[in-house]
């Protein structure tokens, strides 16, 4: 099984976020017994956070596969269902930060403005490193609610023809493409085009 590190390696840098997608992967494997080769397990992801890198890692549903699926909710919530079984389980983050001094909620206001000084850079850094050992060292239960049940898998991914687009020239997926006048465009000039 690929270790913290791997997923580091491939998010680009260690974070809380990479800590909590890297357990709830874990969590899943745990259930699941293996990683999805190819389509084998699907994934439903409710967020664009850095712990859906970990979860790509270690799981194997990815959006290349088809496996790995967005949905623009903002929730840290994530549904694993495998193929074949008619099983899924869901996994919603509960985990909570301590709760902060009126001084570190002012360094954190500083860095979010922008403030890269020495002192609030080492304090980021330092939380951040506090709170990712939280994450990785707690029981399953302290961070994860899960839920299982029977949601039904979504059709495998589907491969579709490329076409060009009539303004641009670009290749576009066949049922992306939109038609006006009888030209077969992309979205974006699609767009464009209207407006004009």
């Known amino acids: 099984m690929k270790r913290f590190d791997d997923v580091v390696e491939f998010h680009g840098h260690s974070c809380p976020g ?39 890692v270690l799981t194997g549903c990815t959006f290349g596969k088809g496996n790995l699926i967005f949905r623009d909710y903002g929730k840290q919530v994530y549904t694993f269902i495998r193929r074949g079984s008619a099983r899924s389980i869901r996994l919603s983050v509960v985990w909570e930060k301590p709760e902060e001094t009126d001084e570190e909620k002012k360094l954190w206001a500083k860095y979010a403005g922008g403030d890269r000084s020495r002192e609030v850079v080492a304090f ?18 302290e961070l994860l609610a899960v839920t299982e049940g029977t949601e039904l898998a979504p059709p495998e991914a589907e491969i ?9 020239g670009e290749k576009v997926a066949e049922p992306k493409v939109r038609i006006r006048r009888g030209e077969m465009l992309c979205i974006p000039c699609f767009e464009m085009k209207g407006m004009r």
């Open 160 to 168: 579709f023809r490329s076409m060009s687009c009539a303004s641009c």
């Open 18 to 56: 990479l800590a909590l997608g890297y357990r709830v992967a874990q969590r899943v494997l745990k259930e699941f017994k293996n990683r999805s080769e190819d389509e084998e397990i699907v994934a439903i992801v409710e967020n664009n956070s850095c712990a859906v890198d970990a979860i790509q």
């Open 124 to 141: 980021v850094h330092s939380r951040k490193s506090v709170n990712l050992r939280r994450i990785l060292d707690a029981d399953d239960d």
